[in-house]
């Protein structure tokens, strides 16, 4: 099912608007994240999706059917809550059925129903129990089946990694992606982590400060993002980001003479950031101040005569004084109003 | 220290710190309550000179034949049958609904919890006035949809019906504020995640919100019991120190009070006690049990 949002404006009492003029469209039978830090909105809309909020102004549509003002138990939808709100009353069973319980389907097709969820999630072997007998890993995976268990026609998931540890993390990643792809369901993942986003979402929506920044995948977004809060929110370390006047000279003539002279704020991505020999004109003179491994790779804190950046394509050295090369592709211009007019090959 | 090791020498200085509060209620609880034991089987008992002739059961089997005896018995355990289901249910009732309402739920929560700190004796006396046969508010509100007036405090028919409706109302207040509180305390996630799963108004209540206020219900009820079967200033304060017309009123406390004040059988008054103190100790002790049999079923909670 495809879902559309158009125009959406949504105020909490007493507050600017958390949204304002929000459009955005989510394709059926795919992934989307919804990326953005804490107060950006996403978890609005997702309230707004699951009817749980209405809209000041603007339509909700699901397909041709406008459902802005429908209530949340007509809508068909399914939804795993940030700490999942399971019924601590029910068995792991009966929380799963509980979907079906309510639209009146018989016990023997309920449990059946619950049969096949349980396989498709892997908790076969818990149903009797009582969910706060089960980890946080399992709670999530019994939310995602009760989600699921009427076949929505959307699912959505309220930041349902972020109570989780690393290793588990991966692993329910993993497991959601697979649930997707299996179900075809259409799936909104809310989520404050660029990691999750960027490992199974098919498109990526970036929210801040109400507004919807950017819709793309992974690659897009890294690649060619439309303005700064973009660039800064993927890639992992945050992209260095500088004023032009404070670029070195030697630098600033790797970067197109056109679009440089436009811009204001210069981003360069970690791993633009090299080792060269100091004979090439366009090296800059820096020292490194801390050199730290992260598993395969390092990750360098360099100070140049005005700057502090971050490289992740230095290799492991003891020296600390430095040549460092730029390189263009890794570079990124922005207009003063935060606008990126140039991303390295191709202009945004 | 947070693993420290219990010992004589911690042991004995803890009792020296609650050595206080447990003379107080060995003095004023135990031991009467040993005395009313002992009291029950007294049977050639001198209550002045504290002189007892012998001992039997003599008392218990007076109960046994005594019909007014029974009458309180039979009134103890009607009003605390109809009464507490009543309570519970309108004080869930109310409640819920001043869950639901964001206007004036504090000045209702008031409202309805005057009557809980009002004294029961003024209580007593307004409805007194409430309930008359002319001029009476009941009977005036009756007359209004073409009743005709009734007698409530001085036909034996409804004057434990009377009773009962003052009981519910001065039980409302404190169950509704527990309610409230426990209402306040479900994750309102429960009820935005059943919405999601498709149940409609009354699916969320029946099958989310009274699982999840069970464990209160379960306190309210027995309180309210137990309430219900304590039931002696009101009887007092409506009719005026009777038990009501023929009796319709007399409740196992008043037969108490009239033994041992009024008639002077102290002995016969403590081995009703006995037999009252039994009656509640197996109505708490079932609920209990009952409470414990559910926590048990839902793998541990509440």
Redesign the interface.
């Given at each position: 099912m495809q879902v559309t949002l158009r125009d959406i404006k949504l105020a909490y009492d007493h507050q600017p608007a958390t949204l304002n003029h929000f459009s955005a469209q989510l394709p059926d039978g795919q992934l989307t994240a919804l990326l953005g830090p804490s107060g950006s909105g996403k978890s609005t809309v997702l309230n707004l999706l699951a009817g749980l909020l209405t809209p000041d102004a603007g339509q909700i549509y699901f397909d041709q059917t406008e459902v802005t003002h429908l209530a949340s138990r007509q809508r068909h939808i399914g939804m795993v809550f940030q700490d999942y709100a399971l019924y601590p009353h029910l068995t792991v069973r009966d929380n799963i059925a509980f979907p079906l319980k309510m639209a009146h389907v018989r016990k023997a097709a309920r449990y059946q129903r619950v049969a096949e969820l349980a396989q498709l999630v892997q908790m076969t072997d818990q149903l009797a129990k009582f969910p706060r007998q089960l980890s946080g890993g399992q709670q999530q995976r019994v939310a995602i089946a009760r989600a699921l268990a009427k076949r929505p026609d959307l699912l959505l998931l309220d930041e349902p990694l972020s109570s989780l540890d690393t290793t588990l993390r991966e692993d329910l990643r993993e497991g959601i992606h697979r649930i997707q792809r299996a179900t075809g369901v259409t799936t909104v993942l809310v989520t404050h982590d660029q990691d999750d986003a960027l490992q199974i979402a098919d498109q990526i929506m970036i929210l801040a400060d109400g507004r919807l920044q950017q819709v793309g995948t992974g690659t897009a977004l890294y690649r060619h993002p439309h303005n700064l809060t973009v660039a800064q929110s993927i890639g992992r370390p945050q992209l260095n980001t500088c004023a032009v006047t404070a670029l070195p000279t030697a630098w600033r003539q790797v970067l197109p003479l056109e679009y440089y002279q436009q811009a204001t704020t210069v981003g360069i991505r970690s791993e633009a950031l090299h080792l060269e020999t100091p004979t090439d004109p366009h090296t800059v003179a820096g020292t490194i101040s801390r050199q730290i491994q992260l598993g395969r790779d390092h990750q360098t804190t360099l100070h140049t005569a005005t700057l502090r950046l971050v490289s992740t394509a230095l290799p492991a050295t003891l020296q600390t004084a430095v040549s460092i090369g730029l390189d263009p592709t890794g570079c990124l211009l922005f207009a003063a109003d935060g606008r990126c007019i140039w991303a390295g090959d191709a202009h945004a | 220290m947070l693993n420290a090791k219990p010992t004589w020498k911690s042991t004995l200085k803890t009792l020296l710190y609650l050595a206080p509060l447990l003379l107080i209620t060995a003095v004023f609880t135990i031991w009467p309550l040993l005395n009313a034991f002992l009291m029950s089987v007294y049977t050639k008992y001198n209550y002045f000179t504290d002189h007892v002739g012998a001992i039997g059961w003599n008392n218990f089997a007076y109960l046994w034949h005594d019909p007014l005896f029974h009458l309180a018995c039979r009134n103890t355990l009607l009003l605390a049958l109809v009464a507490t289901p009543l309570t519970v249910a309108l004080s869930l009732l109310i409640a819920y609904g001043l869950n639901r309402i964001h206007h004036l739920a504090r000045f209702f929560r008031t409202i309805y919890f005057l009557p809980f700190v009002t004294s029961t004796i003024a209580v007593g006396l307004v409805w007194n006035w409430i309930f008359r046969l002319d001029g009476g508010l009941l009977n005036r509100i009756l007359g209004w949809f073409g009743y005709s007036a009734i007698d409530w405090l001085n036909d034996p028919h409804y004057a434990l019906a009377a009773l009962m409706v003052v009981c519910v109302w001065q039980g409302l207040g404190f169950n509704i504020l527990l309610f409230l509180a426990s209402l306040n305390h479900i994750?309102q996630?429960?009820t935005?995640?059943?919405?999601?799963?498709?149940?409609?108004a009354w699916?969320r209540f029946t099958?989310?919100t009274w699982?999840?206020l069970?464990p209160m219900t379960i306190l309210i009820i027995v309180n309210t019991a137990l309430t219900n079967f304590k039931v002696f200033d009101q009887v007092y304060a409506l009719f005026h120190g009777s038990a009501g017309p023929g009796n319709a009123d007399l409740t196992l406390l008043y037969y108490l009070y009239q033994k041992f004040y009024v008639e002077n059988q102290y002995a016969v008054a403590a081995a009703s006690g006995v037999i009252f103190f039994l009656l509640i100790g197996g109505v708490t002790l079932l609920t209990y049990g009952y409470f414990r049999h559910r926590r048990r079923q839902?793998?541990?909670?509440l």
């Amino acid at each position: 099912m495809q879902v559309t949002l158009r125009d959406i404006k949504l105020a909490y009492d007493h507050q600017p608007a958390t949204l304002n003029h929000f459009s955005a469209q989510l394709p059926d039978g795919q992934l989307t994240a919804l990326l953005g830090p804490s107060g950006s909105g996403k978890s609005t809309v997702l309230n707004l999706l699951a009817g749980l909020l209405t809209p000041d102004a603007g339509q909700i549509y699901f397909d041709q059917t406008e459902v802005t003002h429908l209530a949340s138990r007509q809508r068909h939808i399914g939804m795993v809550f940030q700490d999942y709100a399971l019924y601590p009353h029910l068995t792991v069973r009966d929380n799963i059925a509980f979907p079906l319980k309510m639209a009146h389907v018989r016990k023997a097709a309920r449990y059946q129903r619950v049969a096949e969820l349980a396989q498709l999630v892997q908790m076969t072997d818990q149903l009797a129990k009582f969910p706060r007998q089960l980890s946080g890993g399992q709670q999530q995976r019994v939310a995602i089946a009760r989600a699921l268990a009427k076949r929505p026609d959307l699912l959505l998931l309220d930041e349902p990694l972020s109570s989780l540890d690393t290793t588990l993390r991966e692993d329910l990643r993993e497991g959601i992606h697979r649930i997707q792809r299996a179900t075809g369901v259409t799936t909104v993942l809310v989520t404050h982590d660029q990691d999750d986003a960027l490992q199974i979402a098919d498109q990526i929506m970036i929210l801040a400060d109400g507004r919807l920044q950017q819709v793309g995948t992974g690659t897009a977004l890294y690649r060619h993002p439309h303005n700064l809060t973009v660039a800064q929110s993927i890639g992992r370390p945050q992209l260095n980001t500088c004023a032009v006047t404070a670029l070195p000279t030697a630098w600033r003539q790797v970067l197109p003479l056109e679009y440089y002279q436009q811009a204001t704020t210069v981003g360069i991505r970690s791993e633009a950031l090299h080792l060269e020999t100091p004979t090439d004109p366009h090296t800059v003179a820096g020292t490194i101040s801390r050199q730290i491994q992260l598993g395969r790779d390092h990750q360098t804190t360099l100070h140049t005569a005005t700057l502090r950046l971050v490289s992740t394509a230095l290799p492991a050295t003891l020296q600390t004084a430095v040549s460092i090369g730029l390189d263009p592709t890794g570079c990124l211009l922005f207009a003063a109003d935060g606008r990126c007019i140039w991303a390295g090959d191709a202009h945004a | 220290m947070l693993n420290a090791k219990p010992t004589w020498k911690s042991t004995l200085k803890t009792l020296l710190y609650l050595a206080p509060l447990l003379l107080i209620t060995a003095v004023f609880t135990i031991w009467p309550l040993l005395n009313a034991f002992l009291m029950s089987v007294y049977t050639k008992y001198n209550y002045f000179t504290d002189h007892v002739g012998a001992i039997g059961w003599n008392n218990f089997a007076y109960l046994w034949h005594d019909p007014l005896f029974h009458l309180a018995c039979r009134n103890t355990l009607l009003l605390a049958l109809v009464a507490t289901p009543l309570t519970v249910a309108l004080s869930l009732l109310i409640a819920y609904g001043l869950n639901r309402i964001h206007h004036l739920a504090r000045f209702f929560r008031t409202i309805y919890f005057l009557p809980f700190v009002t004294s029961t004796i003024a209580v007593g006396l307004v409805w007194n006035w409430i309930f008359r046969l002319d001029g009476g508010l009941l009977n005036r509100i009756l007359g209004w949809f073409g009743y005709s007036a009734i007698d409530w405090l001085n036909d034996p028919h409804y004057a434990l019906a009377a009773l009962m409706v003052v009981c519910v109302w001065q039980g409302l207040g404190f169950n509704i504020l527990l309610f409230l509180a426990s209402l306040n305390h479900i994750d309102q996630r429960y009820t935005a995640a059943a919405r999601l799963d498709g149940a409609n108004a009354w699916q969320r209540f029946t099958n989310v919100t009274w699982p999840l206020l069970l464990p209160m219900t379960i306190l309210i009820i027995v309180n309210t019991a137990l309430t219900n079967f304590k039931v002696f200033d009101q009887v007092y304060a409506l009719f005026h120190g009777s038990a009501g017309p023929g009796n319709a009123d007399l409740t196992l406390l008043y037969y108490l009070y009239q033994k041992f004040y009024v008639e002077n059988q102290y002995a016969v008054a403590a081995a009703s006690g006995v037999i009252f103190f039994l009656l509640i100790g197996g109505v708490t002790l079932l609920t209990y049990g009952y409470f414990r049999h559910r926590r048990r079923q839902m793998g541990g909670r509440l």
